[in-house]
């Protein structure tokens, strides 16, 4: 059996939350964004309640409203890290979006509607993820593409350990049903997406395991198309980014950000 992170909160670390001032501005702001904050702040996010599959109801620019299929609480705590917390440094001027781990779209989503002149370009290996993230992603056909794939340094096959929720299946876990994928080389992927669509503003990777494996294997010409790179995890190659001339912060959600000096 899988055992999955748990992220129930015990009556001591919600006390403990309110003495910390950065849960006050994610408070103000979750009251902003969510259009029933009650059931997804409160009893979903916080609690860990609630029954799935369900709709997260958001407020985002340039829309009336935005739904979200969710289908497990970890899809909460999706929702919760880039749409209140902004763990991805969206800034709303770019034109080319790359998302690596596009999951069941919640990040896309926060950047079609942060970033309006954006095309979002998301690859997913998963089916279940997919499917769900094309229904999540049925307004904005017209400026996204979603890949059914997983991203290597090779064009071939490759095999993750799965669990249930997708949320944590990749190369890198220990347990988990195995399961065979087609992926694309991250190489050829970047430079077919430089041709057709222009410089690439900002690159999101969350790949479960496999971050440093790809950002290794990326090629100098492939650094020098992106501006801003935000990746997931702990295991990437600083070295290497730095001398492709990338400076390097850290969000408090954990999420690693690399930006160039001469593009901000």
């Given at each position: 059996?899988?055992?999955?992170?748990?992220?129930?909160?015990?009556?001591?670390?919600?006390?403990?939350?309110?003495?910390?001032?950065?849960?006050?501005?994610?408070?103000?702001?979750?009251?902003?964004?969510?259009?029933?904050?009650?059931?997804?702040?409160?009893?979903?996010?916080?609690?860990?309640?609630?029954?799935?599959?369900?709709?997260?109801?958001?407020?985002?620019?340039?829309?009336?409203?935005?739904?979200?299929?969710?289908?497990?609480?970890?899809?909460?705590?999706?929702?919760?890290?880039?749409?209140?917390?902004?763990?991805?440094?969206?800034?709303?001027?770019?034109?080319?979006?790359?998302?690596?781990?596009?999951?069941?779209?919640?990040?896309?989503?926060?950047?079609?509607?942060?970033?309006?002149?954006?095309?979002?370009?998301?690859?997913?290996?998963?089916?279940?993820?997919?499917?769900?993230?094309?229904?999540?992603?049925?307004?904005?056909t017209a400026r996204?593409?979603?890949?059914?794939?997983?991203?290597?340094?090779?064009?071939?096959?490759?095999?993750?350990?799965?669990?249930?929720?997708?949320?944590?299946?990749?190369?890198a876990r220990r347990?988990?049903?195995?399961?065979?994928?087609?992926?694309?080389d991250i190489n050829?992927?970047?430079?077919?997406?430089?041709?057709?669509?222009?410089?690439?503003?900002?690159?999101?990777?969350?790949?479960?395991?496999?971050?440093?494996?790809?950002?290794?294997?990326?090629?100098?010409?492939?650094?020098?198309?992106?501006?801003?790179?935000?990746?997931?995890?702990?295991?990437?190659?600083?070295?290497?980014?730095?001398?492709?001339?990338?400076?390097?912060?850290?969000?408090?959600?954990?999420?690693?950000?690399?930006?160039?000096?001469?593009?901000?």
């Open positions: 059996m899988t055992v999955l992170p748990s992220y129930r909160r015990s009556p001591r670390q919600i006390l403990r939350a309110f003495t910390d001032p950065l849960h006050y501005r994610s408070l103000l702001r979750a009251c902003v964004v969510y259009r029933q904050p009650l059931d997804l702040l409160v009893r979903r996010y916080v609690c860990g309640g609630g029954a799935y599959p369900a709709v997260a109801r958001l407020r985002a620019p340039g829309v009336t409203s935005l739904d979200i299929e969710i289908r497990s609480h970890y899809d909460v705590l999706t929702v919760q890290e880039i749409f209140v917390w902004r763990c991805y440094p969206c800034t709303g001027q770019e034109r080319v979006i790359v998302d690596l781990g596009a999951n069941i779209g919640v990040s896309m989503l926060y950047f079609l509607t942060h970033a309006p002149l954006a095309h979002v370009i998301g690859i997913e290996p998963m089916n279940g993820n997919a499917q769900s993230a094309r229904r999540n992603l049925s307004e904005f996204s593409t979603l890949t059914e794939a997983a991203v290597m340094h090779y064009d071939g096959d490759v095999t993750f350990l799965t669990e249930p929720t997708g949320r944590y299946s990749g190369v347990e988990g049903t195995p399961m065979t994928y087609h992926c694309v050829r992927l970047l430079d077919e997406t430089a041709q057709r669509h222009g410089r690439i503003d900002l690159m999101k990777i969350d790949i479960e395991g496999a971050e440093g494996l790809v950002l290794s294997a990326m090629t100098d010409e492939a650094y020098s198309s992106i501006d801003r790179i935000a990746v997931e995890g702990d295991d990437f190659p600083l070295q290497r980014l730095a001398a492709a001339g990338f400076q390097h912060t850290v969000h408090r959600s954990g999420v690693h950000w690399f930006h160039r000096a001469d593009a901000d």
